[in-house]
């Protein structure tokens, strides 16, 4: 069935530096979703790509996706504190009516 | 609007025991559906409904029961409860299913089975 995986599972930097998240999946997605959970919350939606190369921000996020429509990549710039939490990509099969399906997540965590 | 509420918000179980965990949407969305979310892990369908009196196994829907008698409202049950069942459970919404419909969730409820 269809996966999509998300690298690295966590990341530390320092307040100030750049962050990335990749996702990838193994088949060819309709469209693409990045969710951010804070610590002890729940997954909030950020913003969803169709598009094919689409690159979409928010401020300092920057969000694209791939042009074979199987990886996308979120990146932050000059990371805050207010930064740290959980990202989560989740694709939907190109092919089909399915449901989301969400990878692992990147961890964030950022240094004062 | 209050968007999707979730009740309770912690639950510690024993094994073997019951429980409904309430989810409700004030969004007028047909599609629902119930998530669990391990340590470290993204989150895994259990049962999805896609209107009023109709729903359908997700990924991992072993040991869990739902229903949809209404819009608003998507309860989980939980029969015997077992300590693999241990996880933050989402419950989340949208307006459509297929195409770019985000998802509303809410708040979650911890549960715990000792």
């Known amino acids: 069935g269809q996966q999509v995986m998300q690298i690295p599972q966590y990341q530390h930097v320092q307040e100030g530096e750049d962050f990335t998240t990749y996702c990838n999946s193994s088949?060819?997605?309709?469209?693409i979703q990045w969710y951010k959970q804070r610590p002890g919350g729940h997954p909030v939606f950020l913003i969803q790509?169709?598009?094919?190369?689409e690159v979409k921000k928010q401020k300092r996020l920057t969000f694209q996706f791939g042009e074979a429509k199987k990886n996308s990549s979120l990146h932050i710039t000059a990371t805050q504190t207010t930064d740290v939490g959980t990202y989560f990509c989740?694709?939907?099969?190109?092919?089909?009516?399915?449901?989301?399906?969400f990878g692992k997540g990147t961890k964030l965590s950022v240094k004062p | 609007n209050a968007g999707v509420t979730q009740t309770p918000k912690f639950r510690i179980l024993k094994i073997g025991q019951s429980m409904t965990l309430q989810c409700t949407q004030d969004?007028?969305?047909?599609?629902m559906y119930w998530y669990r979310q391990d340590p470290g892990m993204g989150l895994k369908l259990i049962y999805y409904?896609?209107?009023?009196?109709?729903?359908d196994k997700g990924e991992v829907p072993n040991g869990y029961n739902v229903s949809r008698s209404t819009t608003e409202d998507f309860p989980l049950r939980l029969e015997l409860a077992a300590p693999s069942q241990t996880s933050v459970y989402f419950c989340?919404?949208?307006?459509?299913?297929?195409?770019?419909?985000?998802?509303?969730f809410g708040p979650g409820t911890r549960l715990t089975v000792t």
């Open positions: 409904s896609v209107g009023a009196g109709i729903t």
């Open positions: 790509l169709v598009k094919s190369g």
């Open positions: 969004m007028n969305h047909n599609y």
């Open positions: 088949t060819t997605l309709s469209n």
């Open positions: 989340a919404s949208s307006y459509g299913l297929a195409g770019p419909y985000e998802q509303y």
């Open positions: 989740a694709g939907r099969d190109g092919g089909s009516q399915g449901n989301l399906i």
